[in-house]
């Protein structure tokens, strides 16, 4: 990694007031603005707050360059090697991982490129290579990057796509037999253009650069959807921001209406009282005959924590941590099962009575994006 790329640091992504607000665990909204605090699933250990699309900048602060001296000698139809440095520029200790890397020429179809390496430490850079095989003629070539990254901490993971992008003006050079190829990108024209020559009558003429080139990488939400690394599917996606409605609770039994708000963005359902009634779950969950009564014996059939609920990579996901398990559509999962939920699927917790206790996921989107999840507390018992 170059000098001038490590003094780059990510920015972070809301107000400094909400920061001092975060501070506290129990705060859910900032004192100041009272904008809601949603935080990093890893704020335990980065202290971040995720930004408007659902990114922790302090964790996921990935950093792209064309080395310095980034140079091979290319006839026009050859093909052209750029190496290149990937580098983790978060400032706490958290690990990146780069899980894809790919590149394309204009409009073309990507092509994966080999990496044989997958962890970055905090400051860390690593190799990579580009490939640009369709340098067939004089004249504008542009080369887009594609980066895919994971931030995980404990069995979540986060996943997330960067574009950076290369422009090549290939001209004709009449003293040799091969073109000289300008490879800009950010900082081109400020003495970080990267220059391939080919042959003279003599010798190989190589031109070498004394600075890295360093790319500017942009998010890429849409081949992050395209790639089935973020979303539901290629149009659906359920934010971090999502509100979640709880119908048929008691009040004392559900969260308040909005998004996820717990300090580690999870929600834990079960048959322990909820927090509200100073307990250590978050939606508390009782089997209830047709008059309302409490049935505390199909009730212990729950676990305290029988489930949890958050949103990962825009994705509506619940994880089994009851013992016994639970149902989805019918279907049973054991402990420690995750599944994606989709709308209109229904939650049986109680797998030996299915009809004794469910709730129904419903979704409510616009252009994909889903505003608002609702369980709906629902029985068939007696």
């Known amino acids: ?168 003006t290939v001209s004709e050079d009449r003293t040799e037999a091969a073109p000289i190829v300008n490879i800009g990108g950010q900082s081109a024209g400020h003495g970080n253009t990267v220059y391939i020559s080919g042959k003279t009558e003599k010798h190989e003429a190589q031109i070498r650069t004394e600075e890295a080139l360093q790319l500017r990488m942009v998010r890429a939400e849409k081949d992050e959807r395209r790639l089935g690394l973020r979303g539901m599917d290629a149009d659906t996606w359920v934010p971090r921001n999502t509100e979640f409605i709880w119908a048929g609770f008691a009040p004392e039994h559900a969260p308040k209406r909005g998004p996820i708000l717990t300090s580690d963005g999870v929600l834990g359902a079960g048959r322990s009282r909820a927090r509200v009634e100073e307990g250590l779950g978050d939606v508390r969950l009782l089997v209830t005959d047709s008059t309302g009564t409490i049935d505390a014996e199909a009730s212990r059939l729950l676990s305290r924590r029988h489930f949890e609920l958050y949103v990962e990579c825009d994705r509506l996901t619940l994880r089994v941590t009851g013992q016994a398990g639970l149902r989805i559509n019918g279907e049973a999962y054991g402990e420690g099962k995750t599944i994606i939920l989709n709308d209109g699927d229904i939650i049986s917790p109680v797998v030996s009575a299915p009809e004794s206790l469910s709730l129904k996921v419903s979704f409510k989107s616009d252009y994909g994006r889903v505003g608002s999840v609702c369980l709906t507390r629902f029985s068939h018992s007696r």
């Open 1 to 168: 990694m170059s000098k001038s790329s490590s003094s780059i640091l990510p920015a972070r992504s809301q107000r400094e007031c909400c920061y001092t607000s975060a501070l506290d665990e129990a705060a859910t909204f900032c004192a100041e603005c009272g904008k809601p605090l949603l935080r990093c699933m890893a704020t335990e250990e980065c202290g971040g707050l995720l930004d408007d699309s659902g990114l922790c900048t302090v964790c996921v602060a990935p950093h792209i360059e064309v080395d310095a001296g980034a140079l091979t000698a290319v006839k026009v139809g050859g093909a052209v090697s750029l190496p290149v440095s990937i580098a983790n520029l978060s400032p706490v200790g958290r690990p990146l991982f780069i899980t894809g890397l790919w590149s394309r020429e204009g409009t073309g179809d990507w092509r994966e490129e080999d990496l044989g390496w997958e962890r970055l430490s905090t400051g860390e850079s690593r190799p990579a290579s580009i490939s640009v095989n369709q340098i067939t003629k004089p004249g504008a070539h542009g080369v887009k990057i594609l980066v895919a990254v994971a931030s995980r901490w404990r069995w979540r993971q986060e996943c997330y796509a960067f574009t950076a992008d290369l422009k090549l």
